[in-house]
């Protein structure tokens, strides 16, 4: 059973009966404001704006030795001891696998039009090429059928960082072939999921999981390479990408789409006057030349390739060309920004450090920075002529509790949310050509090597029970997506 706020005793907590979903129709239909009315003017979205939420399959899918399905990175790094807050893994997580209808219910209650979810690439390749395993494609074509039964868009990621053991013990991201494996493991799940899926996201996040992965040692694999290595892992990373996307075109259905799912760093003027704004132009393209920017140009930058030196990846013109493949759409995970101002340095930027005071989540990485979500689209669509853009993730950590009511009061969510989306809306409303909008996370969920106790859910999740309940962010995403805006 799913714990609800009836709608009046929403009303009764949180205000009038204007905010509940039954007052909608009325509302929806209000003029925009003239200068005749005294009330704002409504922050609306444009019609068809795609309202959505995300996860990713090692965080919420459980069930890691069901179906045939071949152990990851990640269920080796989690089993080892020491690796990740309370030795956490993702062995059961949201059991999602086994309850992804009810988990389409909470979607739908919430009025999403899309969601973005990730496959397993060892559920299909369980030895990360080779023989496929149907069994795991079942899986993901029954969660496709059931979205769709219920209006939902489905928005495919082929790698959130689940990479099949098999391939790290040939090498993992260091190795070229897993560039190429993925290429041919993507191409399959296209060509067999693209009679019902029309976007696809090739990787997630690949800032992340090489940084961290590859650099840092603190997630899956855990390794500390050299910077020559890690340029190279990176430069593995993009190129999968590119053939990635060559592979979805030759093998996909006509018409299909595709995208990347990327953190890009999320450049802000510290202060919105021309040289900051061109200072956070500059960086957003050198602080992201290893990924974004190389994805965007076909060519690293000379800055990126200068500052590596003896210790550039070594890759050939047709990787760039691959590398450098035209895209549909652009996805662009944001949380925390990162300030710059204009300098007087060659490079025409610093990047302004974040003084310990400043306000963040319960992720201490996560700064509550919402201009971000106005910036980071604003600067990309800017410097690369990008024309559609969805943000594929945004979303807090937050210390939810159950309140002896039954319900979560995550208040902090809610403003976090509700100032993000404020900015989102001033870039739109300025022609940021932002189509769409996935909140992370539609659930609590594993959140890698912080375990289960940051939750980033907009539904929480008791993980002995498995019960979902709404927080109060639901509630809040609810009566956005109602509106179509924010007031
Ligand atoms: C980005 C990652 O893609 C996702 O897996 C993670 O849970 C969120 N950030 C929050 O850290």
New binding site residues.
Partial sequence: MLNRFSRREFAKLFGSAAIVPSALPALASVAPATHHTAAPAPQRFPQGFLWGSAT?SY?VEGAVKEDGRGPSIWDTFSHTPGKTNNGDTGDVADDHYHRYKEDVQLMKALGLKTYRFSVAWPRIFPQGKGTPNSKGLDFYSRLVDELLANNIQPYCTLF??DLPQALEDKGGWQSRDTSEAFANYAGYVAQHLSDRVKHFMTL??MR?FVDIGYRDGRHAPGLKLSAGKVNQVRHHAVLAHGLGVQAIRAHARPGTRVGIAE?ANSCVPVIETPEHIVAAAKAYRETNAGYLTVIMEGRYTDAYLAHAGADAPKFTPEDLKAIGSPLDFVGI?I?TPQYVRADDSPAGYALVPMPASFPHMM?SW?HTGPEALYWSPKLASELWGIREIYIT?N?A?SSDVLAPDGHVYDTDRVMYLRSYLTQLHRAVREGVPVKGYFC??LMD?Y??ADGYAYR?GIHYVDFKTQKRTPKLSAHFYREVIARNGLA
Avoid: I, K, R
Wanted: net charge negative; aromatic share 24%; proline share 0%.
């Fill in positions: 990713a965080q959130h960082w997630n996040e992340s953190n995970n949380y992720s996560l993730e979303g950590s992370w996370s969920n959140e890698w980033f």
